[in-house]
C-alpha cells in the first residue's frame, strides 16, 4: 500500500510562491511516474506537472515557466515549487504515484491566491 501526505499549501497573494510537498511511504524511484494535479471547486481535476522515473518532465501549458517539478529520491519526497502564483492557480492539490498499473492519490493541500 502506498501513502502520500501532501503538505506547503496556503493563502498567498498573487505574485507571490509557494512550494508543495508530497511524501512517500514507498522508494519513489519504484514508480513510474508521479505528478501533481489541482482541482477548483465547480472544475475537472486537471495535470499540473509530472515526473517519470528517467527523470522527463511535462507541465501544463497554463503553469509553464512558473511551476518546476522535482523529486529528492533520498527523501521519498517529490516538490512543485510555484512561482510568480495567479488566482486561478486556487485550487486544491493532489499528488498522484503510479506503481505499475495501479494509482495513488494523497488528500491534498489547498492553495489559495488572493488577488
Known amino acids: 500500500q502506498v501513502q502520500l501526505v501532501e503538505s506547503g499549501g496556503g493563502l498567498v497573494q498573487a505574485g507571490g510562491s509557494l512550494r508543495l510537498s508530497c511524501a512517500a511511504s514507498n522508494n519513489i524511484f519504484s514508480f513510474n511516474a508521479m505528478g501533481w494535479y489541482r482541482q477548483a471547486p465547480g472544475k475537472q481535476r486537471e495535470l499540473v506537472a509530472q515526473?517519470?522515473?528517467?527523470?522527463?518532465?511535462n507541465y501544463a501549458d497554463s503553469v509553464k515557466g512558473r511551476f518546476t517539478i522535482s523529486r529528492d529520491n533520498a527523501k521519498n519526497t517529490m516538490y512543485l515549487q510555484m512561482n510568480t502564483l495567479k488566482p486561478e492557480d486556487t485550487a486544491r492539490y493532489y499528488c498522484?504515484?503510479?506503481?505499475?498499473?495501479?494509482?495513488?492519490w494523497g488528500q491534498g493541500t489547498q492553495v489559495t491566491v488572493s488577488s
Open positions: 515526473v517519470t522515473r528517467g527523470g522527463s518532465t
Open positions: 498522484k504515484a503510479q506503481l505499475f498499473s495501479n494509482d495513488y
